[in-house]
Nanobody
């Protein structure tokens, strides 16, 4: 499956952005989907994950209450709504498709998309 992330940009602290991850090549509904991010000089970190169909989600503590992951299987797309953005949210954001929700937190995924840059100015 090919994953295409989009929606990044340059915003100010407190603003919102919505990232999209469109899949092609295979039905997205067969995968657990996640978002990850990597800041310059740092490791790639888990951000959020969503189950295949029943809407179970999990978030990194740093984004709980501010970010919301969702999916539209009919459109083969996963979203990450990011509200009240902070400068520390600045990173390259990646989407990924995997098999097991619990292991996605450990960055174990079958497919990765290219990143979309999010930059938050103070």
């Amino acid at each position: 499956v090919q994953l295409q992330a989009s929606g990044g940009g340059l915003v100010q602290a407190g603003d919102s952005l919505r990232l999209s991850c469109a899949a092609s090549g295979r039905t997205l509904s067969t995968y657990v989907m996640g978002w990850f991010r990597q800041a310059p000089g740092k490791e790639r970190d888990f951000v959020a994950v969503i189950s295949r169909a029943n809407g179970v989600t999990d978030y990194a503590d740093s984004v709980k209450g501010r970010f919301t992951i969702s999916r539209d299987n009919a459109k083969n797309t996963v979203y990450l709504q990011m509200d009240n953005l902070k400068p520390e949210d600045t990173a390259l954001y990646y989407c990924a498709a995997g098999s097991i929700l619990a292991t996605m937190r450990n960055k174990i995924a079958n497919y990765w998309g290219q990143g979309t840059q999010v930059t938050v100015s103070s």
